[in-house]
């Protein structure tokens, strides 16, 4: 755990900011049977965890959905929601040591959406199917 030798609070691992927090940031790759999930774990500012957050569940949005693990890429972004929402409401980084992550685009506006938009009609419409038919 890196820490700033001034207050002597945990610093994020990737810029050097404080207040840091620890946090686990997971994303699935399913492929039909197969599946793999990667995990980055560290010590994290505000700005450099939602930049993690952001990356790792685009990367989930776009490729958890096309296979079996469908399941798993719903609870990594649950669980990657959450960690990002307790760095969140820390306050902003004092950068000591190095640059941040660049901000990534926010998961709203990101063209990722359509992967679970798609997979979510697609199981409606073989679950449900076409009514009056």
């Known amino acids: 755990m890196p820490v700033d030798p001034v207050t002597e609070a945990p610093a994020c691992d990737v810029c050097g900011?404080?207040?840091a927090e620890f946090a686990t940031f997971r994303s699935v790759l399913a492929l039909l049977i197969a599946w793999q999930l990667q995990t980055r774990r560290g010590w994290f500012c505000r700005d450099c965890g939602v930049s993690v957050h952001r990356e790792m569940t685009t990367f989930t949005m776009v490729a958890g959905w096309w296979g079996l693990a469908?399941?798993?890429a719903l609870t990594a972004i649950a669980m990657n929601a959450s960690a990002a929402g307790r760095l969140a409401r820390l306050p902003a980084p004092?950068?000591?040591t190095g640059r941040p992550l660049a901000p990534r685009r926010p998961l709203?506006?990101?063209p990722a959406l359509?992967?679970?938009i798609l997979f979510g009609t697609?199981?409606?419409a073989f679950c449900c199917g076409v009514p009056g038919r």
Do not use: E, K, M, Q
């Open 17 to 19: 900011g404080t207040p």
């Open 70 to 72: 469908f399941l798993g």
């Open 94 to 96: 004092a950068y000591r």
């Open 108 to 110: 709203s506006r990101s």
């Open 114 to 116: 359509i992967g679970p």
């Open 122 to 124: 697609l199981v409606l």
